[in-house]
RNA sequence: CGGGGCGUGGCUCAGCCUGGUUAGAGCGCCUGGUUCGGGACCAGGAGGUCGGUGGUUCAAAUCCACUCGCCCCGACCA
């Protein structure tokens, strides 16, 4: 294609609405306009490197036996309702109603309408496995969209469903899924890890998310180096950091100490000078039971950690919880959230993180304002269910081998999931099994971000210069730039080599501008063509300079070969990477 | 939803505090010419209801109120 006739808006400065990388660059290389708050317009270069990246997900689904499907984005409210999610995604689905009043609303993923076509036609052992699959416009009403294209309202998402008689069929169908997910994210030219996932209350047994290293990401996960362990934070596990002081030998009981005006674990370790991780840290959490009634929780953790709120919500078996109110806590425990502690509390179900074990005369609050107990020994003093819901922090090491583990910024670009169940049951999918019973569907549920995928790549290639994208998903292959656009001799080599390269199926770029070499190389770099072939001076040798977008090398290779040249590079990054 | 910031030609921003002619700059854009290996030069030119509404005032981009939009932090995030 011949650059003066393409709409490539490029900006020579940073967009002041622009904070992360891939946000800025993409504005200034004219990929993407933004439209309004989560919306962005895909122009010309963003669109095809999405079709690109669109054609390597629709080949490795086919290849796993996937078939693509393409549903409603909008969804009767009906369905949703059905499975229960109308009510649990609150308003981050978008709702609307139609002329009739009919309440409707916009997909966010597909489980429903997957189910609802299979419940309908499914109904013998004999046609499963399947997994069928689309790559569509998802839509979520976020709360707060930013960092660009990473948290937006409307997004293009793959998302398959696979449909098996019992788990071990959802285990085929699952690791399909995992290997297809690697080869499409390895032919994307990405680095990424794959870690465990929290699987939420979706009752789900296994899940595992795909990420990117990124400032720009929001996921945090933890990953240990030497054992290739690798978790998403909300799940993961760790041996916590020693505690910094050795507990006090003896059977000793508890004692009161006054602790005047001492209320954080700060304040309290340093008025009786000891480390936070001699003290017990009592939280008191309010979750909601399934009659709607208030249950109420004491949880307990090292005076240093931190409660993981999905960890916690696995040990406890609840949803969703709240901090307790201050008047509660003053009705439950006769003191005030300053001075709280697990002796004596016996109204209340006690949880035990797994990081007290084995310690002994520690301090906790003595549900007195301003005393604090000394000598409280898990186990002895008080007891409870034992659990591990602290979050990973940092300094922790593996929790098999002690090797030293690290917690990375990281954004989410693909996640399988097993669904189990859920919505076979709610919404009445069964087939007949060999013996002619009725049995539920087990389902599986997998997720590709394709707007993801390129901001990854953009935030993981990007340099001072400007996008830097793998050959695979990048706009263009290579682009050709004669130097002086008016010299006929250039502009007929020029012309040779596009034609060439063009016969050679090599997506080229023809920069026929009339600009000066400088402000080509400039925006040619902006967007991250990753070759370049400059016809100039040595051209009349008989020699044109071919650029590597992403290391700055230099080639001088003889005109005629230029085009076989680069389409064995582009054949080689393009071809899948051996392991 | 809480906290903060910003809204002035296509882009980046100045002017606002301390109200007072025709509202500025750089970049971009258009015309002509000279250039042509890393965001060239000369000459000429177009383009702005200062986000919106209401108010204060002889007078509002500037002060006040309301409102809309966008960005950031937090809450939230299958």
Redesign the pocket.
Known sequence: MHWSRLFIP????????A??VSHKLLL?AGYIR?L???LYNYLFLAQRSLLKITNIIREEMDAIGAQEFYLPGLNPAEIWQESGRYDV?GD?LFRLKDRFGRPMCLG??HEEVMTSIARGELRSYKQLPQIWYQIQT?F?D??????GLL?VRQFI?KDSYSFDLGPEGLDVSYEKHRVAYCRIFDRCGLEYVTVEAHS?A?GGSQSQEFMVRTNAG?DYVVICRQTGYAANLEKASSRPTPPAQPDPEGDLSPAEVHTPGAKTIEEVAAFLKVPATSLIKTLVVVATDSEGKDRPMVALLRGDHQLSETKFQSVAGCG?FRPAHPLEIRDWFGADAGSLGPVGVSKLPIFIDEALRGRRNMISGANKDDYHLLNVTPGEDFTGAWGDFRQVAEGDTDIETGAPLEVAKTVEIG?IFKLGYKYSHSMGLNVLSHDGSEVPVIMGSY?I?LERILCAAVELFADK?GICLPVPIAPFEVVITP????DESLRAAADHLYAELRKAGVDALYDDR??????R???A??IGVPWRV?????LSAGFV?I?ERRT?S?TEVPVAEAAAWIKAKVDAAKAYPSA
């Open positions: 490029t900006l020579r400065e940073d967009p002041a609405e904070e992360v200034r933004q309004g708050a989560g995604m981050n966010m993923t998802k979520r976020e709360p707060r969209p930013k960092s948290r998402m939420g979706m929001e969703e996640h997720g971000g210069d130097v002086k656009i008016s009339d600009l000066s070499p400088g402000v190389f400039k925006d770099d902006l400059v016809l100039g001076k040595k300079e650029v700055k230099t």
